[in-house]
């Protein structure tokens, strides 16, 4: 049984409402947002919603936590930037490789 069967069973949920997705990218998001979900059931024991309800966290520390995603997301931005320079040199110094070997 799955954590979210087990979820699901604690909280007395019995059914799930299934969604059709007309874009395939929107449902692999969706697919991904419930598999992250799970993930932090997996390691916190509880979701976002019994941390607000419960008080288990306050908007103080919600805060923090979004700055310190946002402050990751810029590290992972310029490392993405970085790698797509190193790409594009790479691509360029192969091309002017090829092109010499034709003369």
Do not use: W
């Not at 087990?6 to 969706?30: L, M, Q, W």
């Not at 979900?37 to 520390?61: A, P």
């Amino acid at each position: 049984m799955s954590s979210r069967e087990i979820y699901d069973a604690k909280n007395g949920i019995t059914s799930r409402k299934e969604y059709g997705f007309r874009d395939p990218v929107v449902r692999h998001v969706c697919d991904k947002f419930v598999s992250r979900s799970d993930v932090g059931y997996e390691k916190y024991g509880s979701t976002l919603d019994d941390e607000r309800r419960f008080k288990m966290k306050g908007l103080q520390k919600y805060l923090n936590d979004i700055q310190e995603e946002l402050m990751d997301a810029v590290l992972y931005i310029q490392t993405a930037r970085e790698e797509l320079q190193d790409l594009s040199e790479e691509a360029l110094i192969d091309k002017y490789k090829h092109d010499e070997e034709e003369i």
